[in-house]
């Protein structure tokens, strides 16, 4: 597979993942994402780095983790996301390979260990990290994601965000960077990276190009918060703007426009299941995402899965609100 065809596939781990999950290997539970969980370490030592340059000066790096934007700059690379820990070094090399300069600063978009587990290794070769005040302080403590029942350990001290901030102009070099937080939505500490002067935006979690994306609970996300997100995204984003999301291939506006319309679709769905009465299994056995399925069904998740954590979400965020 060569570097277009493996931007246009875009997947990574993500399909591999999805390709273990058809192999006759189904959970018992369908609706239950836990087990996927396991596949994840092997899936994500594999996977191949691969760096391609998406606007001069900007490269993108994916592969065993979340997708890593790299902006060259005269004092150095700016870098979004670090990847997951397994695989830090061979991303870390990668990057300054693509970049050929040292690392100057890590913007964490969120806390998850596919985002931030490669920290340590920036922080330790001199990396300014910053990140919104939620982030590091879900990075500083343990966390305990139910959806996949599996506990993240804290990062150590030199590994943390250092700048914390829900709102940041950042000019490096002839380009500025607009980090901009939103209200709890994949996570309660997601940070968009907007470069106005590339009309590129990394959008970490908060959008997917095709497929359902995971809204972690744990940490206080729900699917209202995603299709706010997807409002302020599109709010910015322009006719021509290249969106890098968490995970997967490169995406336009159009494609996030219809990431939103899903997600409000569905969010419309499990509210009124919600409203009268049902429970997590009735809302998960009325398969109320059967005719999305086949176009966002591809994945991670599955529709099952995704009705389970999109409906826990969205519970645990009312529940929130009457107490
Ligand atoms: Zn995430």
Not at 65 to 80: M, R, Y
Not at 126 to 149: E, V, W
Not at 219 to 226: E, K
């Amino acid at each position: 597979m060569n570097r277009r065809e493996w931007l246009q596939s875009g997947l990574g781990a993500m399909a591999m993942l999805a390709t273990a999950r058809t192999r006759g290997d189904e959970p018992v539970d369908e609706s239950d994402p836990a087990p996927l969980l396991a596949k994840m370490g092997p899936m994500m030592e594999k996977v191949q780095v691969v760096a391609t340059e998406l606007a001069p000066g900007l490269h993108v790096v994916q592969g065993p983790g979340g997708n890593i934007a790299v902006l060259d700059g005269p004092d150095g690379l700016t870098v979004v996301d670090s990847g997951v820990p397994m695989r830090a070094k061979e991303v870390f090399e990668t990057i300054q390979r693509a970049g050929g300069k040292p690392v100057e600063r890590l913007i964490n978009t969120h806390w998850h260990f596919d985002h931030a587990g490669g920290n340590e290794v920036f922080a330790r070769a001199g990396a300014t990290i910053f990140a919104t005040s939620a982030t590091r302080q879900r990075l500083s403590t343990d966390q305990y994601t139910a959806a996949f029942k599996f506990t993240t350990k804290a990062l150590p001290s030199i590994a943390r965000p250092t700048v914390t901030s829900d709102d940041l102009e950042l000019y490096v070099g002839d380009h500025s960077l607009h980090l901009i937080a939103v209200p709890p939505a994949h996570t309660d500490g997601d940070l968009i990276v907007h470069f106005p002067t590339l009309d590129v935006i990394h959008t970490g979690d908060l959008f997917s190009k095709g497929f359902y994306p995971n809204i972690d609970a744990s940490s206080r996300g729900w699917i209202g918060g995603m299709v706010a997100a997807a409002d302020q995204l599109l709010k910015i984003a322009g006719p021509k703007t290249r969106i890098i999301p968490g995970h997967g291939q490169v995406g336009t506006r159009e494609d996030l426009a219809a990431a939103r319309k899903m997600l409000a679709t569905v969010q419309d769905r499990l509210a009124r299941m919600l409203d009268s009465g049902k429970s997590l299994r009735e809302a998960i056995d009325a398969r109320p995402t059967a005719d999305l399925d086949p176009a966002w069904g591809k994945g991670l998740f599955t529709g099952p899965m995704f009705t389970r954590i999109a409906f826990d979400g969205l519970a645990q965020h009312r529940g929130g609100k009457a107490g």
